[in-house]
């Protein structure tokens, strides 16, 4: 027995032994290591790839022609759906930096339907337009002239009240819009709103639209959308007749100037000492730009001559000049 543990070979097969025993606990624990290091690594992986869905609301531009055709019926924004990777869904719906369309291009007048568009989302990123398409009416665009009449509730004026003439500081408006639209109207009315019995003399904003024949709204595009209104509002009684006296403004002193015009007195409104201080109205009248003739609309400045209306508030009146 102790010549085989004295054995060359013996001590071999030990040290074998004990290298064969150190090389599986090695590549054991190699092995779990490796396994926890791929579990790590899987869960950062899932934090990267995690999907999100996110639903945003974002204007809709049209591609067309904006100043040969009007477009209507389309809506002012569309939801669209996103689906991808958290960060990026994320960062797409907080900065939106991506637009949605319709491509009108080449399409001629008359009612279309469109499917919309997308520019600019990563391709990572899944998305769904809602809704997918829209009905748009393209009509030839068209822009017209009206005059302003001034409409108000004249219930709302108090008893033993009446009112003057109204001024506005706006006497037509620019109305663009398509065609169709443009032809059903019939009156653009400047909307003054008065408080509950009025008794005194209104000067406010009023909202400027367009009517068809039914008094209905039209869909169109207004120049100005505003205009300042005055609207006189006397005590019954508390006006008077007086005549009109025109006086030149920014004359040539080359020049002299004669005034002619059908209207020779106007009503005027204001308090009892107002209407006992004024015998006449001066009416001034730019001559600057008249060389020989012209026929000129005037308005009736009543806050110049210290009355609180007039009627009419405003004149036409021919002037001519002559050299001195």
């Known amino acids: 027995?102790?010549?085989?543990?004295?054995?060359?070979?013996?001590?071999?097969?030990?040290?074998?032994?004990l290298a064969v025993c150190l090389f599986l606990y090695v590549?054991?624990?190699?092995?779990?290591?490796?396994?926890?290091?791929g579990n790590t690594g899987g869960t950062n992986s899932t934090t990267l790839t995690a999907t999100q869905r996110k639903t945003v609301s974002v204007q809709l531009r049209l591609n067309v022609d904006s100043d040969k055709y009007f477009v209507t019926g389309y809506p002012e924004k569309v939801k669209v759906h996103l689906r991808g990777p958290a960060a990026l869904v994320t960062a797409t719906a907080n900065t939106q930096n991506f637009r949605v369309f319709a491509n009108l291009t080449g399409l001629k007048a008359g009612e279309h339907t469109v499917r919309?568009?997308?520019?600019?989302?990563?391709?990572?990123?899944n998305y769904q337009i809602a809704p997918a398409a829209i009905k748009v009416n393209i009509q030839p665009r068209q822009t017209v002239s009206f005059p302003i009449s001034v409409q108000y509730d004249k219930s709302r004026i108090a008893k033993n009240y009446v009112a003057g003439s109204p001024n506005s500081d706006v006497n037509s408006v620019k109305a663009t819009g398509a065609e169709g639209e443009?032809?059903?109207?019939?009156?653009?009315?400047?909307?003054?709103?008065?408080?509950?019995?009025?008794?005194?003399?209104?000067?406010?904003e009023a909202v400027i639209e367009a009517l068809d024949k039914n008094g209905q709204t039209v869909n169109v595009i207004l120049t100005p959308a505003t205009t300042q209104v005055n609207l006189p509002i006397t005590a019954r009684g508390h006006s008077k007749k007086v005549p009109i006296r025109f006086k030149p403004k920014n004359a040539n002193s080359d020049q002299e100037y004669s005034f002619q015009s059908s209207t020779k007195a106007i009503q005027v409104f204001g308090s009892e000492s107002d209407l006992k201080a004024i015998s006449e109205f001066d009416a001034d009248v730019d001559v600057s730009d008249v060389k020989n003739q012209k026929t000129k609309t005037i308005s009736l400045d009543a806050a110049a001559n210290k009355v609180t209306g007039t009627n009419p508030n405003s004149v036409k009146v021919k002037v001519t000049t002559e050299s001195k």
């Open 116 to 125: 919309l568009k997308q520019d600019g989302l990563n391709r990572d990123i």
């Open 1 to 17: 027995m102790k010549r085989i543990f004295n054995s060359r070979w013996t001590y071999r097969l030990i040290s074998l032994f």
């Open 182 to 204: 443009i032809d059903r109207i019939s009156r653009v009315v400047a909307q003054l709103n008065l408080p509950q019995n009025a008794r005194k003399s209104i000067n406010s």
């Open 27 to 37: 590549n054991s624990s190699k092995s779990t290591s490796m396994q926890q290091t």
